[in-house]
């Protein structure tokens, strides 16, 4: 999987929706950002903070 720091990984569409309201439209928005944070969101869940965290890898970046 490629991901592109301008957008966000597939991820479902309640999580998607949980990090567009707080937000966070970019995956370069989510680079620092605590896992903690993000879990706290209503619509994220464990799937989809691992893909967040794997397409951030890609560029040698991470959650917080």
Do not use: F
Not at 15 to 29: I, S
């Amino acid at each position: 999987m490629d991901s592109s720091l301008d957008t966000l990984p597939k991820i479902g569409a309640p999580a998607t929706r949980a990090l567009a309201n707080a937000g966070y439209t970019a995956l370069r928005d989510l680079a620092g950002v605590p896992r903690a944070e993000l879990a706290k969101l209503h619509g994220m869940g464990p799937k989809a903070l691992g893909i967040l965290q794997n397409a951030l890898e890609q560029h040698n970046l991470s959650l917080g």
